[in-house]
């Protein structure tokens, strides 16, 4: 490993990323405790290698990309995981009720748990903005295809845990989640 | 561009990320003011993606966490630091001996001259007899080695350095680099001083928090000259004491 970074430049970036950080890692983990852990971790490791961020405009989704790595060591360890199967996560949902419900946060949590990671990540970088499916797609190392089928999967299961639906048919035309992909 | 078409597209108009060309994006845009159903579709599609978005990210941020993430960065850099000073110092005391070996062994000399046991004698004697203090060594330095100016340590920790256990004063040869450094000898106790310059060296983390650190049963110390802010000075000494090598009381404890 090199020098550390210069302590004004890290301290930027904490300043302008930990919170994003923080939350992303509190819906990968679905702890307190271990977001913190794993976002300190986070900002160690970028600390050391601060070097290979070529480019300053791909700061987050490097961080992103840090955290994430150091979650899945952390997982491959804790083989007591319990999560859907990825047969079991759904298609598109109905539409919901309009007005939208609030979002229970315990719920919303719960839900994150039951996906698979391989569906769990796709859909927080998707909700974190600024990722683009080429992003999330890369941080992944997966097919652009594939990012957007677990995608859809994915919002269909949170949709069906969180949100009722509405009591009108689906239109015609409008497509499944698993259609073309 | 038909209703199936625009459907197809839609996950890929998302409002915070143009993941279309622009051309597919006015086509896309163009249906959707013409298409009342596939409209209403895209707004109750993004309304939806928002809503849960914004639930996504509410988590709330623990009071401290950021200043707790300062502090553990901080500590890693000090330990990072104290690491590399370790090794710094060890190869600083073996690197002289070892590269001086081989400069002295390899390097190439034209006309070599014979040997003048007389010069030895009169250079060995001049080395110890004309430097009893650091004002005589900066002088002799000076005539030695002019494009090499030393300014001398004259104190460890508030107690006088004994220039009169100084038994060798030459350039070294550190990383690449040629340093002024001093070997003083107390019995089988030896302190070497080397003189770093910030014109050699990337001096900006030792001199922001210089390090004292132990390795293999030397000490290595890291100390800033008073008089000169380019230069630190490296102690590397046998045991954990600088006590043989100085002179004077020990300053009160503050």
């Known amino acids: ?181 | 561009m038909d209703c199936k078409t625009a459907r197809l597209l839609l996950d890929y108009a998302r409002p915070t990320s143009a993941e279309l060309d622009p051309g597919e994006a006015a086509a896309l845009e163009g249906h959707l003011a013409a298409c009342a159903d596939c409209d209403a579709a895209t707004r109750a599609e993004r309304q939806l993606d928002d809503h849960l978005g914004r639930a996504v990210r509410d988590v709330p941020l623990p009071d401290g966490l950021r200043d707790r993430l300062l502090d553990r960065l901080a500590a890693e850099r000090r330990a990072w630091y104290r690491r590399k000073a370790r090794r710094v110092g060890a190869f600083a005391a073996v690197a002289v001996l070892i590269l001086g070996f081989f400069l002295w062994r390899y390097w190439p000399r034209p006309n070599l001259p014979t040997p003048d046991l007389d010069f030895l004698v009169e250079d060995v004697s001049q080395n110890n007899n004309a430097r009893p203090d650091a004002d005589k060594l900066q002088d002799w330095f000076r005539d030695k080695h002019p494009d090499r100016p030393l300014i001398a340590p004259r104190e460890f920790e508030q107690r006088r350095l004994n220039y009169g256990l100084l038994t060798y004063a030459a350039l070294a040869d550190v990383q690449g680099q040629r340093v002024p450094m001093l070997l003083f000898t107390s019995g089988a106790k030896q302190a070497r001083v080397y003189v770093l310059s910030a014109r050699q060296f990337n001096l900006d983390e030792l001199r922001r928090d210089p390090p004292t650190v132990d390795s293999k049963g030397y000490t290595v110390a890291v100390r800033l000259c008073p008089d000169d802010p380019t230069l630190v000075y490296i102690f590397v000494y046998t045991g954990n004491s600088m006590a043989p090598f100085v002179t004077g009381p020990p300053p009160p404890f503050g």
Not at chain 1, 17 to 28: D, G, K, N, Q, W
Not at chain 1, 46 to 74: E, G, T, V
């Open chain 1, 1 to 181: 490993m090199g020098l550390p970074g210069s302590q004004r430049t890290v301290q930027r970036l904490v300043d302008d990323y930990y919170p994003a950080l923080y939350r992303y890692a509190y819906r990968l983990s679905g702890s307190a405790a271990d977001a913190e852990d794993l976002t300190q971790e986070a900002f160690c490791k970028a600390q050391l290698n601060l070097s290979q961020l070529r480019d300053p405009a791909r700061a987050k989704a490097w961080l992103f990309s840090i955290l994430r790595n150091a979650y899945l060591h952390r997982v491959r360890a804790d083989r007591q995981q319990h999560v859907l199967s990825l047969e079991d996560v759904g298609d598109v949902a109905e539409p919901p009720a309009d007005p939208l419900p609030d979002v229970d946060p315990e719920r919303l949590q719960r839900a994150l748990d039951e996906l698979p990671e391989a569906f769990r990540t796709p859909i927080l970088l998707y909700y974190f903005e600024d990722f683009s499916y080429r992003d999330i797609a890369g941080q992944m190392d997966l097919p652009l295809g594939t990012v957007m089928s677990r995608l859809a999967r994915a919002k269909a299961h949170l949709r069906s845990r969180l949100l009722p639906p509405a009591a009108e048919v689906l239109a015609d035309g409008r497509r499944r989640a698993t259609d073309g992909l």
